[in-house]
């Protein structure tokens, strides 16, 4: 259990989870397809992004298409460390002998 403690809390929470892996697999992505593919709604999303920026873990570039606003977001490097870290974690605790 005392590995299980030591996980990324920031992270570990199921619908963060669910954007950081989604975002490690891309150069980028727009809110859209993050609420698309997360199946969260545009509030849950948008605290959820909020959090993992706050621990600088995502990026955010807002911009305009036309008059209609546009954000990307990114993983971090600090961000893409933290995941690779909490899937090092992860799997050290599901791989004990």
Do not use: C
């Not at 990324?8 to 954007?19: G, S, Y």
């Amino acid at each position: 259990m005392k590995n299980l403690s030591s996980l990324d809390r920031v992270i570990h929470e199921p619908a963060r989870l669910t954007l950081v892996a989604l975002l490690s697999s891309v150069k980028s992505a727009d809110f859209l397809f993050l609420l698309k593919e997360s199946e969260l709604t545009k509030g849950n999303l948008s605290v959820h992004l909020t959090r993992l920026e706050e621990a600088g873990y995502v990026e955010a570039e807002k911009t305009f298409r036309g008059k209609i606003p546009h954000t990307e977001y990114r993983l971090t490097p600090k961000g893409k460390s933290a995941f690779e870290q909490y899937r090092k974690s992860l799997g050290s605790i599901f791989n004990k002998e």
